[in-house]
């Protein structure tokens, strides 16, 4: 539980770092880029404890699977409240395949 909850920490940081400067699109790029790395190192002191952390659990593909469900749900969220788009139809058909395939990572074969 402790990796999860720190994946999904820095999934909301690294989404704020990827895609929170979209509503300012008028700023520049310099400023942009240095505030995104400012807040991407926020995100790494949460990634690499998660990483650390849940590879006494999970394979490197189980945390990676983990870690991109997390991030589609974050993004997902924040998408709709941080940047006002809608979740379409087929955004959310497309997340389901995602994670169909986390059910086959998942399996014991």
Known sequence: MVT????TISNVFMTFAWYG????RSAP??????????IAFFEYCFQVPANRIG?????????????EIITLT???????????EPLKWNY?????????AVAVIFKKW
């Open 4 to 7: 999860i909850i720190l994946l």
């Open 29 to 38: 790029l310099l400023k942009v880029i240095l505030v995104s790395w400012m």
């Open 21 to 24: 400067h979209l509503k300012y």
């Open 92 to 100: 959310v058909v497309g997340f389901v395949m995602i994670v169909a």
């Open 55 to 67: 590879s006494y659990e999970f394979t490197a593909a189980q945390l990676k699977t983990i870690q």
């Open 74 to 84: 974050v993004f997902s969220v924040f998408s709709v409240l941080y940047l006002k």
